[in-house]
């Protein structure tokens, strides 16, 4: 097991590599922060000087030797937008991130796999229908939106909810959450709903699909004809034996929740890391967009491993198939 995962984190060095200069490479030439960061009225010695301070007159090549090194020791220099050190913005944001992150992909995952068991057993049923036709809207509609008609209906029209941000909160060390207090849950519950709905129309559907496929088996065939019940059949067999795809699909999505969760936070103004990439593309703020890009990565590679693990918590076949390549 330790190799598996040495050799992954190898694995995983080339693509945080590569992905750190694309990122710094796409945004070297993006927009002037220099004059951003001065204003209109500065002189040229004044300009002169803050390129030298932020290292801008360097070749790209050691910019970006600069930018790893720092990187892997967790510095991400400064934002040129804010003055402020880009890991203490990002330790900020993250939590708001993660909440809504994690908070969505809760709810994908507790609905969805019990519409998509639902749908897969009483496929014919009136509300097996009405769940597939929802499922199309989910998948259908944009996030932003999903989100706008959200807030028209309960912000404006009912008044039950908050429109944008996050509440209160309360700090327990370094993390800040919004589950406290009642407001924190108020504003929770629309971005969360929004962000979360098209990965659980996903998962209902994959979900349905897997147990399609799973109950015309020889194996599930066998289990009824020894006599078993409905469900033991359909929980303890058919249900077992979707979760593998379950788990790749529900993985590669809570990273996609957590890297394009940019639209809702937007549209809610959710003070997370995606409204602060938003707010550095508008003002060329360099560190603040590799940064972010480079932890999303960082996101991606670190599921997968997580994923890769739980497929032999779930499936005996991959640890004797790897024990017999061993031998």
Known sequence: MFAFILSRILQALPVMFTVALI?????????????????QDYTQAQRDALVAELGLDQPF??????????????????????SRPVAELIAERAPATLELAFTAA??????????????????????????????????????FLIGILLILVFAVWL????SFGRGDTVRIGFWTTGFLTVSGLKALILPAITLGLFQLTLIMRLVRAEML??????????????????RVVHFGHALKNTLVPVITMVGLQLGAIIAFA?????VFQWPGMGLLFIQSVGAADIPVMSAYLLLIALVFVTINLIVDLLYYAVDPRLRIGRGKGGH
């Open 23 to 39: 990122s710094f490479a796409m945004f070297a030439y993006v927009g002037d922060p220099v004059a951003i960061m001065l204003g």
């Open 61 to 82: 090549w050691v910019q970006f030797a600069t930018f790893v090194v720092n990187a892997a020791q967790g510095e991400f220099g400064l934002s040129y937008r804010l």
């Open 106 to 143: 809760g709810i994908a995952l507790l609905v969805g796999v019990p519409m998509g068991v639902y749908t897969g057993l009483y496929r014919n049923s009136w509300l097996s229908r009405f769940f597939l036709t929802f499922s199309l809207v989910g998948v259908s509609l944009p996030t």
């Open 159 to 162: 008044g039950w909810l908050p």
């Open 213 to 230: 496929e799973v109950l015309r088996t020889d194996y599930i065939k066998f289990a009824r004809a020894r006599g078993l019940p409905n």
């Open 262 to 266: 940019i639209v809702t936070e937007t």
